[in-house]
């Protein structure tokens, strides 16, 4: 069975400094992909950033990046250069294999940016 | 513009009654998701369906129920025997042939009252 671990449940950083949000995860499948959500207060599933257990390259998408670190089973998210807007939570996930692409969510992480 | 929409956005219902869940996507995308969320914790698969007339368990399907009768439209209804009902729900979609990112509607909050 799958298992995302978020151990961080609550983060401050302050405003334009980076910030790196923890996650692991425990899978027994061979391909398998990792992403990352941000939920803000209105409730809404923002899609971030995607990485497969294949690709040889850390993904990046803006001032988001990944550090994948396989054999260490970690998916990390790095913001750079916070912003006031980047406060909310922030959901780990793991597809399961190829079927149906179902995700298994990690509990998350509150980031609170601070002016 | 192209999403996916979720109503109500809030819903209160009484205990014994069944309320069901809209979920539209005009992304023309095949297979589609709903998410449970309790306060304060991560997302569980309720059920998901990959075509059209075809739908699957998560692992929390019990006291819900859903339909695929259209690729664009996959409703929820949560039943008298869904024991904790209240919580936010999350409708996702994904185009099958266009990688692997599940896209999230704005989700609806359902309280029983």
Not at chain 1, 69 to 96: E, H, P, T, W
Not at chain 2, 41 to 50: P, T, V
Not at chain 2, 51 to 70: P, T
């Amino acid at each position: 069975a799958q298992k995302i671990t978020q151990t961080q449940p609550g983060m401050f950083v302050q405003e334009k400094e980076a910030v790196t949000l923890d996650c692991t995860y425990d899978t027994s499948d061979q391909s398998y992909g990792l992403f990352w959500y941000k939920q803000p207060s209105s409730g809404e599933m923002i899609f971030l950033i995607y990485q497969g257990s294949y690709d040889e390259q850390n993904a990046t998408e803006g001032r988001y990046s990944l550090n994948f670190q396989k054999a260490r089973k970690s998916a990390n998210l790095v913001i750079s250069a916070s912003q006031l807007g980047d406060s909310a939570m922030y959901f780990c996930a793991m597809r399961r294999g190829n079927a149906g692409n179902m995700l298994t969510f990690g509990g998350g992480t509150r980031l609170m940016v601070k002016p | 513009d192209g999403g996916i929409t979720q109503s109500p956005k809030y819903l209160f219902r009484k205990e014994g009654q069944n309320v069901t869940l809209s979920c539209e996507q005009n992304l023309n995308h095949d297979a589609m998701y709903w998410y449970r969320q309790d306060p304060g914790q991560g997302l569980r698969l309720i059920y998901y369906s990959q075509i059209v007339n075809d739908f699957q368990k998560g692992d929390i399907a019990e006291g819900y129920s859903v339909s695929r009768e259209k690729k664009e439209s996959f409703p929820l209804t949560v039943t008298s025997a869904q024991k904790n009902p209240t919580a936010f729900y999350l409708c996702a979609s994904r185009k099958v042939s266009a990688g692997n990112t599940i896209y999230f509607g704005e989700g609806s909050w359902l309280t029983v009252v």
